[in-house]
């Protein structure tokens, strides 16, 4: 074993167990995995030091460039959140599909260039910070920059998640304003694809919002972030799983920051602060869209909602597997 500070400290994972359980309920349509995958605090756990060493240290060239197989080695489906900050190339896309097994699953950002009404005052928008953006829901700009690039490894494509940064007065007066927008954007689209909708705005989560996703075969992406309801409560909603699949993202517990979540649990190998009700209710989301037959079910774990994706993903197996009083092999 390695001295990599990284590794210090690090909460144990059972990688051949979780291997073993992840890939048993993919054959179930229950795909797990993570946002993201190149983070060193894994390494010892999840990724083996030595493989990425050169000259006897770590490459962190050679790790960012190839972890990605070690990673698909073990979980089933990965949340590509690269693809939210520039539209993806074709050589970008083969890239990653020629480092995952057959039944992969990449599910992806969609760039922001689609999704954002205003660029904010950030130095990566340059001199567009705190313009208009034009191409905001342009169904032909999306169509040709990010659907084209995908076409070639649409097999390894999972869900494409549009996430709608909070709108203010400013951008939208009331909800039913972005629904109608939403509405004319998801018309223009080609109906081939899974596409997910994650909203920051609580107010909008309004019968119109899921019956728009309803008449598109689209879905609400249930999603734990500081100012959204929390999943339990998004559980509860009429209409709340209105397409054939169910996506689902723990980024962060309500009422945390981003900032905050990020210097308190960086480098992301230990449990920090764990998050019981926010379990609960993401195997409660699972087994719910089990029951209704809605599949795949898809969950991605962030490393700020409780300060390590990989101990949070082993936590909700066995969870899972406890209430549904069966083992993960024998769910149907």
């Known amino acids: 074993m390695n001295s990599d500070p990284a590794t210090q400290g690090q909460t144990a994972i059972d990688r051949h167990w979780l291997q073993t359980q992840v890939a048993t309920l993919a054959s179930q349509g229950v795909y797990m995995g993570t946002s993201s995958w190149k983070y060193a605090g894994w390494i010892g756990s999840l ?3 030595d493989r990425y060493e050169h000259r006897g240290k770590l ?8 972890c990605l197989e070690e990673y698909a080695s073990v979980f089933s489906t990965v949340c590509v959140d690269a693809a939210y900050y520039t539209f993806p190339t074709e050589k970008y896309l083969a ?7 057959e039944g992969f699953l990449f599910t992806f950002k969609v760039t922001d260039e689609i999704t954002i009404r205003h660029f904010p005052k950030l130095p990566r928008f340059g001199p567009r910070a705190g313009t208009d953006n034009e191409s905001f829901l342009n169904a032909e700009l999306f169509i040709e920059r990010f659907l084209k690039p995908l076409e070639g490894i649409r097999p390894k494509v999972g869900v494409l998640m549009f996430e709608f940064s909070r709108f203010y007065p400013s951008d939208f007066g009331r909800g039913r304003d972005f629904v109608a927008a939403l509405d004319r954007f998801l018309c223009g689209l080609p109906k081939t694809w899974r596409y997910g909708v994650e909203i920051r705005n609580k107010t909008f989560l309004q019968p119109e919002y899921f019956h728009c996703l309803e008449a598109h075969g689209v879905a609400h992406v ?3 972030w500081e100012s959204m309801p929390s999943l339990e409560d998004q559980l509860q909603l009429p209409g709340n799983m209105p397409a054939s699949f169910v996506p689902a993202r723990l980024l962060l517990k309500p009422g945390r920051d981003y900032e905050t979540a990020v210097k308190t649990f960086e480098p992301y190998n230990q449990l920090r602060d764990e998050y019981p009700e926010g379990r609960r209710a993401a195997v409660g989301i699972i087994l719910e869209a089990l029951k209704r037959g809605r599949k795949p079910a898809l ?3 962030n490393n700020r909602f409780e300060g390590y994706a990989l101990a949070t993903i082993a936590s909700l197996i066995r969870e899972f597997e406890q209430r549904s009083q069966a083992p993960v092999g024998e769910i149907t």
């Open 222 to 224: 249930f999603n734990s």
């Open 299 to 301: 969950v991605y774990v």
């Open 59 to 66: 490459s962190n060239a050679r790790f960012e460039r190839e």
């Open 95 to 101: 890239g990653l599909a020629a480092q995952v097994p």
């Open 47 to 49: 990724y083996s030091h």
